[in-house]
């Protein structure tokens, strides 16, 4: 079964797979900081606790392993800054996968949500048989369709979602391929991470 790297390096930033004991209390820390800023976009974050962030990250683990979804940590100068997500919507078309992210707000502007972001579509390209990579988001969250531009996916339709609707970006294999070049230059490490 194909999989990404554990871990992916970016110069200063790094995606790592996410490990349910070292990291339970300092994602929850990070998520209880940014409620503010995250409530618009999420509505699970008001719920979120300890027991929560333990519960998430153990089905993230069981994701990881059956080959649905591929959660990542996102490192910046030590410290967990946020996530991003790559996965296969549950009855969605063949041929697509999806890209999730969000950031602390200390994070923001300094562009670790487009590298993460970019180097996840790289990894997407790699999975046989996947033609497109899809971003959804609320359509007043500029900050995620800024990121989506910045990597060259075109906004493709509207899907209704609860309340309301999301918004959904949209990038081919043959441009998505020329575009990763943003991120062809990282470091991914298997199951063995540099020490």
């Known amino acids: 079964m194909e999989m990404p790297p554990r871990v992916i390096e ?6 790592r797979r996410f490990d349910p004991e070292r990291d ?10 940014a409620r503010g800023h995250l409530r618009p976009w999420m509505t699970w974050v008001d719920e979120y606790s300890p027991d929560r962030t333990a519960e998430f990250l153990a089905r993230r ?6 080959g649905r979804d591929y959660t990542f940590a996102v490192v910046l100068d030590g410290a967990i800054v946020g996530a991003c997500q790559l996965f296969r ?11 999730g992210y969000w950031l602390h707000p200390a ?6 949500a487009t590298r993460a972001a970019g180097a996840l579509v790289a990894e997407a390209f790699r999975f046989p048989g996947v033609e497109h ?3 959804s988001h609320d359509p007043a969250n500029h900050a995620s369709g800024a990121v989506a531009a910045r990597l060259g996916f075109t906004e493709d339709r509207r899907r209704p979602l609860g309340t309301g609707e999301e918004l959904v970006w949209r990038l081919g294999r043959q441009k998505g391929v020329a575009e990763a070049g943003v991120v062809e230059d990282r470091k991914s490490f298997g199951s063995h991470p540099p020490k």
Request: charge should be negative; glycine fraction near 12%; avoid cysteine.
């Open 10 to 15: 970016l110069d200063d930033l790094t995606l």
């Open 24 to 33: 339970r209390a300092e994602l929850f820390e990070v998520i209880d900081a």
């Open 61 to 66: 683990q069981e994701a990881w392993e059956a």
């Open 89 to 99: 919507r549950e009855g969605g078309p063949d041929g697509v996968m999806e890209i």
């Open 107 to 112: 994070a923001t502007g300094r562009g670790v």
């Open 133 to 135: 990579v899809e971003i």
